[in-house]
């Protein structure tokens, strides 16, 4: 069964550092999103993709957060210079269009 | 924006017993996702429910969409459906995510 992979599970990075999240989403799938969940609270929507440009973002995702679909697979999540506050559970998920979305594994970003 | 409530917050069973998850929202909408977050953190998709009810196993999920509210059901719970159950139903083309129900399944 197609799925969305995100990696890597686990990154530990040093405040200012830059780190990039990647996923693959499912391969006949056009939208893409970022979400993110900090512990013990809910999951929040950061950014939508579609036809290689971002279609919406959140508040949450300011100028140190960029995306990128590099190549016809990938599709990343890039904080130029991480804060402690970033430390979370961040989530990619892909839909063919406004139908059922399916998300990743996720990838836990820990800031110190 | 659109408002998510989920109730209970917090919910204790004993194994084998049954249970009934709401899900509130403000908007009208036109589809709503039901997931459960196990205790390493994924999401695992339960249902997409626009409306109507579908059933999974021992789970299903019924969505009254007029009157803006959505139902999880679980039946005969088992330790492994532990975690935290969300709706989601959209926002724009996003989705919108509820605080969740944290279920607790006690052998």
């Known amino acids: 069964e197609p799925e969305v992979t995100q990696t890597p599970s686990h990154q530990v990075t040093q405040m200012g550092q830059e780190v990039i999240l990647r996923c693959v989403p499912i391969?006949?799938?056009?939208?893409f999103y970022w979400y993110r969940q900090i512990l013990g609270q809910k999951v929040e929507f950061l950014v939508s993709?579609?036809?290689?440009?971002?279609?919406?973002k959140s508040e949450i995702f300011d100028d140190q957060f960029s995306v990128e679909r590099p190549d016809g697979s990938n599709f990343t999540l890039k904080i130029r210079s991480t804060k402690l506050e970033d430390s979370a559970m961040y989530f990619c998920?892909?839909?063919?269009?406004?139908?059922?979305?399916?998300f990743g594994q996720g990838t836990r970003l820990t800031v110190v | 924006g659109i408002q998510v409530e989920q109730s209970p917050p917090d919910l204790i069973l004993q194994e084998g017993a049954n249970s009934t998850l709401r899900c509130n929202f403000s908007d009208s909408v036109n589809n709503l996702q039901w997931f459960h977050q196990n205790p390493w953190g994924q999401l695992i998709n339960l249902f997409y429910?626009?409306?109507g009810t579908k059933q999974n196993g021992r789970l299903s999920a019924t969505t009254v969409a007029t009157e803006r509210y959505s139902l999880l059901y679980i039946s005969s719970s088992q330790t492994t459906d532990s975690g935290v159950y969300f709706c989601?139903?959209?926002?724009?083309?996003?989705?919108?995510f509820g605080t969740g129900t944290r279920l607790t399944v006690i052998p």
């Open positions: 989601a139903p959209p926002e724009a083309n996003n989705l919108f």
């Open positions: 993709f579609y036809n290689n440009e971002i279609s919406e």
């Open positions: 391969s006949n799938h056009l939208y």
């Open positions: 998920a892909s839909n063919k269009g406004p139908t059922e979305a399916f």
């Open positions: 429910i626009p409306s």
